[in-house]
Structure formats: structure tokens, C-alpha cells
């Protein structure tokens, strides 16, 4: 024991992607303060793609996660787990679903073990993996059921100098305002006040609430939702504790002076959370799922099988999840010693 | 005759908000390469603003628009216009306003008499001039009936490296979903794409129309309208001859890269539109009215009621407007000798 905190485990994802390459690069960049991480992966075919594209990266095998913490200053230590069939890159595989699922399961047995301090995954490709038997909407989904207690899961993404949450995700737009729902508003911002509590070591986090309509429905003129929906759980918030705010006209909550004001806007759809997020930095997003009694960050971006096995994948979104983790992982050690 | 332009006219908007004092600090950095113009407003009540707010700017009556494009080197040119009542900052005063309306259809009468090259318009309170008889949700309705043919007014926000245009504006947004229509995102594409070649002086415009779902609805699983409704417009659009292309999904449509790939981004809602433009410069936005027989822009900001006469405003969304509006004007009048 070095006092030391475990390593970051990193996920595989879809070995037909880009997580593989973009992994090689970031540990070649790992003096820009990178924390020390492992990866659940084929180390064959880690090996294969770094000569492939030039990246001299030595991989060492390791048999437990304990090894990786000295490995990783001269080497990307890497727990040998053998793909089915060697991946070509842009072309899914049935064959190797199974072992994509298997990492992301392995690698939340090692961090709730204790020996990783958390969990980075690697873009998966939904569809590949459906048809071995994969049912979830997505990572954050199957974590939360992995997680196996119940826990609210909530997706936060992060750039440097703004958080957004979005309360819903993954439906149609029309769908999302007419399930929109004071208590689904109020669950999700007081959980992203817990996690700013817990693992972002905010003392007084502050939520800007966005909301629905233009201007925020202006008085009843634009639409009745603000005042009907959103207003209520910003006044529940308030009574509960929570520093909130809102609802906040949508156009104003994300200008240079709002985004100063709080340490994150809870956002009504996707959109509304993800444009601004993408206009301001797509290079250095993190996805972060809330709510987990373990940290688990990926880069905000998908498997990009377009332009896998060319390099031209940038790391700087995976090197910016890394670095994620490993402050929450420490913030959050720092809170339940 | 000189030869120059004729100047810009420049109305008072609401006497109440921002409008007088942001003209007058625009007038002192003129030297940071405005154009010359005059402004239709009590020309009593500037110099009081002016003593007041300790902005050293000389007022110089004119009697016509001919003397603004001398004096504007060493004055301010104002048409006089006396208020009914000296406005206090803040507080709108139902008896001003008929006197905020005529400025603006006098600014239309100069320009369409070519005694102005464009309009820019300070901003207006509407709820202020409804009692006045005043009967359209704002500015560029008012504009559109004035310039009387039927023309289709077309609302443009603009920042540098950025314009957006949005199909639908001040409704809720739910509305905004039901009355999505093929044949007015072609109409408006359409309205954008003349216009950016007659007033931007763009050869060959692109254009981006935006998705409404998540992902643009990812082939029907999150959202039908994006397949049923956008692509359709946007196949009807490239079979007229404009370059464009969409439905986009909304959160890649603004990303640094997407931005720099087209010259305007059709959009679906308010939001949609606004959110990017302003988390991105909230400083330098100006609105711009296509589809006028006339150049017409305004500052995109409103009479901010709560700082006027406090001298905190900030005129560079009016300079930008200025700016803009003599460069339209210019690219207009060479297009159409």
C-alpha cells in the first residue's frame, strides 16, 4: 500500500472505433498531468493498431489492476482480454459484443473492489450490441443496472467552466415536453446538488434551471409550461435547501455572465443542454453519470467509425475524462473517508 | 451629390430604455470605424442624457438628412423630434409613444426616399406601445406592413462567424413543433439565400438547416418530423438550386467546425437559434430584417428597462448594428446599380 489512489480503469468499448487509438494517444500524452489508468482491452490488437498508425506505445500485460500503478510511467498496462475475431476498423462484429459487454461488467467489479478508484468507458455502438442481447438505451443505463441499487443515474456533461444536465435525454422533442414533470425536475437537480457536494467538492453548489418556452414563456404569452411545470420545482428546490434558480429564459442561461453565475444549468431536452455545450468546446466535453455509488466518466463522443483506424481521432475529450475521474474520485474519497 | 452613401438613420426606440444613451456612446467611438448617421429623437432630452451620464457629445440639430454625413464628424445629427413628456429612465410613459412609433415611419420614409441608406432601429417596448394602437408582435412586423408589398420579413441574428435564422420565433415551444411546415422552412431558405447574395455579397450561399430531434431524429427512433417534415424541405431546396443540406442533428450544427462550413444556419425554434448564437458573443449580435426593400438592423438586445440611465449599457451590439447596416446597404446598392 502506497498511499496512492488505484488506478482509473478504462473500458475497451467498440473495438470497431476509435476508443482503442485514442487510448494509445492519450497515454503517449500522459505528461500533460494524465492520472495512471489501466484498460480492459485485446492487447494484441492494442499492439496491432499502435504499429499500424505509428504510435510507439509498449503495451504490458497485467494480471491485476494493483500492477498498473508502476507499469504506466513506461508502458500502457493493459488487462489481456482476447477479442473473438480481430476487429477491422468502421466494421462492427457480432462476435466481439459479448467482450465489449464483459469489459464495461469487469471493470465495475474492479472499481467497486476497490481497485480501481473509478471507471472510464470508451464509446459503445448501441446497435452492435444489441444483438447480443445488450437492452439498454445506452452506458449510463446498464451502469445504473450494474450498480444494482436502485440509484437515479443522471447524465451530466462538462466542459471546462459549464455543467449541464439534461433532465430528459434520448426522445423525441415533442415527447419531451409533454412529459415534462416538476418531480422529475426536482429529483435530478437535487441529485446534481448531492454529486457537486460530494464530488466536485462544492460547498454551496448553485443550479440555474433553463426553461421551456422562449423568453421562458414571458408571463403565460409564450407557453404555459414555465410557470406551470418548471417554476413549481424551482420553488420545491428552494424550499428543500437547494440554491436554484430559474426558470431562466434558455437563450440567457448560457451567455458568458450566466455561465459565471452558477455550477450548473439543469436543462429541460437534450438540446437545449447540448447545443451550447458543443458551440462553446467539443474537443474537451465529459460525460458523467450522477448518481452511481462509483465515478464513471467517457469522452463525449461516440465510436466515430467513420474515421476509425486513420488517427485522426483526437484524445483530448478521453484525456479531459481521465482527468475528470480522477479529481471526483479523489473529491469523493476526500468526503467518506 | 458626393458620391458617399447617404447616411444611416438611427430611430429613438423607447425613450425609457438604453437606446438614447447607447447612440450617444456610439457616437464617441465612431473613430473605431462607424459609418455616419443621424438619429430621429428629441434631440432636448439627448443633451440631457448626455450632461447626466458625463458622455461629452455635442447634439446638432438638422432639418434634413442631407446635413447628418458633414456633421457627424464633430456632432451628433438629430432630427428633432420633441417628445410629449421628458422621459424618465426606466418608466414607460403611455403619452411617448405614438412619438416612438412615428420615428420609425419616418425612418422608413427616409430611407425609402433615399435620403438614408439603411435603418437601424433602437429597441422598442412593446407592452408600451400597445396602448398606443400599436398592433404587431414587434419590429419587424411593423417594418414589413410600412414597406407595404407583401414581402416576407425575415428575422437574421448575426455575430461574427454566425448567422442563424429561425423558421419560427415568438411562440411556445410545443406550438412550434405542431406547426412545423416543409413549405415554410423552403420559403424562409429561400428568403435567406437571395438575401445573402444581394445584401452579404455571397456568389454561392450555403446552407445548414437544423434537425428538431436529438440526433435528427436517428432514423425515426427519436422522432418522426425530422424525416417527415425537414428532409423533404431541404430535398425541395437543392432541387431549386440552394445549397444546403440537413436535417443536422441541432447539437452538431454549431460545434467550431460545423460553423465554419456554411454562411447561415436555418433553424427550427427561437431557442434553437438563440441559445448558440448568444452563449457564443452576447456583445456583438445584431438583427437583421430580410426580405425589406429596405436594409434594416437593430441592435439584439431589448430596452433593458433596469440599467437605463445608469450609463452601464454597452453599445457594441449597436456599433455591430451600424456596422452591418451600411455594409448591407453597400453590397445592395452594388448589386443593384
Same mark, same amino acid.
Given at each position: 500500500?502506497?498511499?496512492?489512489?488505484?488506478?482509473?480503469?478504462?473500458?475497451?468499448?467498440?473495438?470497431?472505433?476509435i476508443?482503442?487509438?485514442?487510448?494509445?494517444?492519450?497515454?503517449?500524452?500522459?505528461?500533460?498531468?494524465?492520472?495512471?489508468?489501466?484498460?480492459?482491452?485485446?492487447?494484441?490488437?492494442?499492439?496491432?493498431?499502435?504499429?499500424?498508425?505509428?504510435?510507439?506505445?509498449?503495451?504490458?500485460?497485467?494480471?491485476?489492476?494493483?500492477?498498473?500503478?508502476?507499469?504506466?510511467?513506461?508502458?500502457?498496462?493493459?488487462?489481456?482480454?482476447?477479442?473473438?475475431?480481430?476487429?477491422?476498423?468502421?466494421?462492427?462484429?457480432?462476435?466481439?459484443?459479448?467482450?465489449?459487454?464483459?469489459?464495461?461488467?469487469?471493470?465495475?467489479?474492479?472499481?467497486?473492489?476497490?481497485?480501481?478508484?473509478?471507471?472510464?468507458?470508451?464509446?459503445?455502438?448501441?446497435?452492435?450490441?444489441?444483438?447480443?442481447?445488450?437492452?439498454?438505451?445506452?452506458?449510463?443505463?446498464?451502469?445504473?443496472?450494474?450498480?444494482?441499487?436502485?440509484?437515479?443515474?443522471?447524465?451530466?456533461?462538462?466542459?471546462?467552466?459549464?455543467?449541464?444536465?439534461?433532465?430528459?435525454?434520448?426522445?423525441?422533442?415533442?415527447?419531451?415536453? $409533454?412529459? *415534462?414533470? &416538476? #418531480? %422529475?425536475?426536482? =429529483?435530478?437537480?437535487? @441529485?446534481?446538488?448531492?454529486?457537486?457536494?460530494?464530488?466536485?467538492?462544492?460547498?454551496?453548489?448553485?443550479?440555474?434551471?433553463?426553461?421551456?418556452?422562449?423568453?421562458?414563456?414571458?408571463?403565460?404569452?409564450?407557453?404555459?409550461?414555465?410557470?406551470?411545470?418548471?417554476?413549481?420545482?424551482?420553488?420545491?428546490?428552494?424550499?428543500?435547501?437547494?440554491?436554484?434558480?430559474?426558470?431562466?429564459?434558455?437563450?440567457?442561461?448560457?451567455?458568458?455572465?450566466?455561465?459565471?453565475?452558477?455550477?450548473?444549468?439543469?436543462?429541460?431536452?437534450?438540446?437545449?443542454?447540448?447545443?451550447?455545450?458543443?458551440?462553446?468546446?467539443?474537443?474537451?466535453?465529459?460525460?458523467?453519470?450522477?448518481?452511481?455509488?462509483?465515478?464513471?466518466?467517457?469522452?463525449?463522443?461516440?465510436?466515430a467509425?467513420?474515421i476509425?483506424?486513420t488517427g485522426v481521432a483526437s484524445?483530448?475529450?478521453?484525456? $479531459?475524462? *481521465?482527468? &475528470? #475521474? %480522477?479529481?471526483? =474520485?479523489?473529491?469523493? @474519497?476526500?468526503?467518506?473517508?
Amino acid at each position: 500500500v502506497t498511499g496512492l489512489p488505484p488506478p482509473l480503469v478504462v473500458t475497451m468499448g467498440e473495438p470497431a472505433g476509435i476508443g482503442g487509438e485514442i487510448t494509445l494517444m492519450a497515454w503517449l500524452r500522459r505528461e500533460a498531468g494524465l492520472p495512471p489508468f489501466f484498460l480492459i482491452d485485446d492487447a494484441d490488437r492494442l499492439e496491432r493498431l499502435g504499429s499500424s498508425l505509428g504510435l510507439p506505445v509498449p503495451v504490458q500485460r497485467i494480471g491485476t489492476a494493483e500492477e498498473a500503478a508502476s507499469a504506466f510511467a513506461e508502458a500502457l498496462p493493459v488487462l489481456h482480454r482476447p477479442l473473438a475475431v480481430p476487429p477491422a476498423a468502421g466494421r462492427l462484429d457480432p462476435a466481439n459484443a459479448p467482450r465489449v459487454i464483459a469489459a464495461i461488467e469487469e471493470a465495475v467489479g474492479l472499481v467497486r473492489a476497490g481497485e480501481a478508484s473509478a471507471v472510464v468507458t470508451n464509446p459503445i455502438h448501441k446497435k452492435g450490441l444489441y444483438a447480443a442481447g445488450f437492452s439498454f438505451p445506452g452506458h449510463t443505463e446498464f451502469l445504473a443496472a450494474l450498480a444494482g441499487d436502485g440509484a437515479r443515474a443522471v447524465m451530466m456533461l462538462a466542459i471546462p467552466g459549464l455543467r449541464v444536465v439534461p433532465v430528459t435525454v434520448h426522445m423525441p422533442l415533442r415527447r419531451a415536453i $409533454a412529459t *415534462l414533470d &416538476t #418531480a %422529475a425536475i426536482v =429529483a435530478t437537480a437535487e @441529485a446534481v446538488d448531492a454529486s457537486l457536494r460530494r464530488d466536485f467538492g462544492i460547498a454551496r453548489p448553485r443550479l440555474s434551471v433553463a426553461g421551456l418556452n422562449p423568453h421562458a414563456g414571458e408571463e403565460g404569452s409564450l407557453g404555459e409550461e414555465d410557470a406551470a411545470v418548471v417554476a413549481p420545482a424551482v420553488a420545491a428546490l428552494r424550499a428543500a435547501g437547494v440554491q436554484a434558480d430559474g426558470p431562466v429564459p434558455p437563450d440567457a442561461l448560457f451567455t458568458p455572465r450566466a455561465r459565471a453565475g452558477y455550477d450548473a444549468a439543469i436543462c429541460l431536452y437534450h438540446d437545449q443542454a447540448l447545443i451550447p455545450l458543443k458551440a462553446l468546446d467539443v474537443d474537451h466535453g465529459v460525460n458523467i453519470t450522477l448518481g452511481l455509488p462509483f465515478v464513471r466518466t467517457s469522452p463525449d463522443h461516440g465510436t466515430a467509425l467513420d474515421i476509425a483506424g486513420t488517427g485522426v481521432a483526437s484524445p483530448t475529450s478521453l484525456m $479531459a475524462a *481521465l482527468t &475528470t #475521474a %480522477a479529481e471526483l =474520485a479523489r473529491n469523493r @474519497a476526500a468526503a467518506s473517508p
